[in-house]
């Protein structure tokens, strides 16, 4: 299982990250869109970056954040308990801060009422750049099980969706991941696509 260090820092020193940029299209032959991620973590909580490269941004339109997320380029991390995915959290984040929240169980049963306890964000959009920024209380991954009181690791997946824009209107749906699933079809929601974080320091 790939493994990620989640340094320790008592300010956001991104410095102090360790970068992870090794994103794929598992279901497609071509380049992947630079994407950078970074975590650290304090007493308190987990702090996560996505900075990504677009040249082509797709914002979609809806009447909720909801909506708006599923029709738009965005960065998405899972958290489970265990490898059973039973249940698992997942966060998708577009560039303007809409968040699309759900506790799931494998395969694709979602609870779309639940929301992330404690999650602050912070995005910004700058030309063929945008990141995303966020916190997520250490208390919350504790009592939702994703964080044990006598270990410092948990499965993680990190992902993107990375959307274009077609002649005709239509708008192609990318996959990115940062561990391939190994399955036929794009699907992060399998317990292969998930890794470990270990928090250290």
């Not at 995303?132 to 208390?139: A, D, H, K, Y």
């Not at 499965?155 to 990375?162: D, H, I, P, S």
Request: aromatic share 12%; glycine share 6%.
């Amino acid at each position: 299982m790939k493994r990620y260090l989640v340094h320790r820092a008592s300010g956001l020193d991104w410095a102090k990250a360790e970068l992870l940029s090794d994103f794929s299209f598992p279901w497609e032959e071509r380049e992947p869109s630079p994407t950078e991620f970074r975590a650290l973590w304090n007493e308190t909580a987990l702090h996560f970056r996505f900075d990504c490269v677009d040249e082509d941004l797709v914002l979609g339109d809806g009447a909720d954040d909801s909506e708006k997320v599923m029709g738009s380029d965005r960065v998405e991390i899972f958290l489970s308990p265990d490898p059973s995915l039973r249940p698992y959290y997942g966060l998708e984040m577009d560039p303007r801060g809409a968040v699309l929240a759900y506790q799931a169980r494998y395969h694709r049963q979602f609870d779309w009422d639940w929301k992330c306890e404690g999650l602050t964000l912070d995005t910004s959009i700058e030309g063929n750049r945008y990141q995303v920024t966020g916190s997520i209380p250490l208390s919350t991954l504790l009592a939702l099980g994703v964080l044990k009181p006598d270990s410092k690791a948990f499965l993680a997946g990190v992902y993107r969706a990375e959307f274009s824009h077609l002649d005709n209107d239509e708008v192609h749906q990318g996959w990115m991941s940062w561990i391939d699933p190994q399955t036929e079809t794009p699907d992060f929601h399998v317990p292969t696509s998930f890794g470990r974080f270990e928090l250290v320091g």
